[in-house]
């Protein structure tokens, strides 16, 4: 929603769509045709996988929500030409609400075209013990604990990984990078608690990477990383 009025302005979030399952009987989207849908953890982070062919014959607005409000995805609403197909994949993501832990859930997908609500249920898992980093965080606001950075973010070729163990670690041991299938594509050792590194990404093949802060034998931070 966005209204202008007197030189005001006034943006809304997104739009939770929640209708109840037993009670409001909705179309449920059969020109849609789903393959391989799949909702996945990447290292702490979530994600769609799943291939959206539209067979309506006509273009259409399609959005995803969560049924109980446990964070957004992204993207949260596309279009899809006649007989188009939308492919989500390692760069789609859904992003937990702070506070949320999850549980059972529906991904919401309805279109205003036609209209219609599909829901699709899932289950999300507690997050572990490490923690995702809000790519705007400003590690001054958390001292004393542990902090990891990411800029710029996205990068072509040099980022620099800011990185702070604070009192809630002991000793700050390596930065990993892994690629959104789980493979490790660099490691580099620390040798002090809190540093700057600067971090060489020109021969990275475009995509999106996790960048993981090990420290006391484990991992306790994460960030996403986009490499253009």
Same mark, same amino acid.
């Given at each position: ?12 979030? $997104? +739009? ?7 009670? #409001? ?9 789903? =393959? ?7 290292? %702490? ?8 062919? *539209? ?8 959005? $995803?929500?969560?049924? *109980? %409000? ?5 993207? /949260? ?9 939308? !492919? ?13 832990? %999850?549980?059972? @859930?529906?991904?919401? $997908? ?5 209209? #219609?609500? &599909? ?5 999300? +898992?507690?997050?572990?013990? !490490? &923690?995702?980093?809000?790519? @705007?965080?400003?590690? =001054? ?30 000793? /700050? ?12 594509? +660099?490691?580099?050792?620390?040798? +002090? ?9 020109? *021969? ?10 090990? /420290? ?10 986009? &490499?253009?």
């Amino acid at each position: 929603l966005f209204i202008e009025q007197d030189g005001c302005d006034y943006s809304s979030g $997104i +739009a939770y769509i929640t209708p109840d399952k037993v009670e #409001c009987e909705v179309d449920g989207c059969g020109g849609l045709v789903f =393959e391989n849908f799949q909702f996945l953890e990447y290292f %702490g982070l979530y994600g769609l996988s799943v291939n959206i062919r *539209n067979n309506y014959g006509i273009p259409v607005t399609v959005t $995803i929500s969560s049924l *109980n %409000g446990y964070g957004t995805y992204e993207p /949260a609403s596309f279009n899809i030409p006649p007989s188009g197909l939308f !492919a989500f994949n390692v760069n789609s993501f859904f992003t937990p609400h702070p506070g949320s832990y %999850g549980g059972d @859930d529906f991904v919401v $997908i309805s279109i205003a075209e036609i209209p #219609c609500i &599909k829901l699709i249920p899932i289950s999300i +898992a507690i997050p572990s013990s !490490a &923690k995702m980093m809000a790519e @705007d965080t400003f590690v =001054e606001e958390y001292a004393d604990v542990a902090s990891l950075k990411v800029t710029p973010n996205p990068a072509s070729e040099l980022v620099a990984v800011s990185y702070d163990v604070g009192t809630e670690y002991h000793k /700050a041991e390596s930065i990993r990078i892994f690629t959104m299938t789980g493979t490790m594509a +660099a490691e580099i050792d620390l040798k +002090a608690n809190k540093g700057d590194l600067p971090l060489n990404i020109s *021969n990275f093949p475009a995509g999106t990477y996790i960048i993981a802060l090990q /420290a006391d034998g484990r991992t306790v931070l994460h960030q996403k990383l986009i &490499k253009k």
